[in-house]
């Protein structure tokens, strides 16, 4: 009859142990994609207030961002697809982002300069 006590007392222990162990196993995943939420609506708020700032702007900066978000979303749409990073839908694509993004650089670099005189 002792072992059977023992046993049991010590049965109990381990699924109490394992119980709260996959408690907090749980809280700890719950917290994690809580805070990856969090962060993600952070980013698309500030994004979107960024574009919105970008349309206040000059009609040249405008069609600048715009092009080269068109041409990042090009990049998107190629990679869904079915297309991967060697393949030349691909790097075509991204070759045309860099180039509208350069050319959206230079459009701010000289918007800016422009405020500067």
Do not use: C
Request: aromatic letters at 6%.
């Amino acid at each position: 009859m002792e072992w059977l006590s023992l046993v049991g007392t010590g049965l109990g222990a381990v699924l109490g142990v394992g119980a709260t162990l996959a408690g907090e196993h749980v809280r700890w995943r719950r917290t994690t994609r809580d805070n990856k939420l969090h962060d993600r609506r952070s980013m698309y708020v500030d994004r979107l207030v960024a574009f919105r700032r970008v349309h206040e702007e000059t009609d040249e900066v405008v069609a600048a961002i715009d092009a080269s978000y068109i041409s990042l979303r090009e990049i998107r749409e190629v990679l869904a697809s079915g297309s991967t990073v060697p393949t030349p839908a691909y790097q075509a694509a991204r070759q045309a982002h860099r180039d509208t993004t350069e050319a959206a650089r230079d459009v701010l670099r000289r918007d800016l300069s422009s405020l500067g005189t």
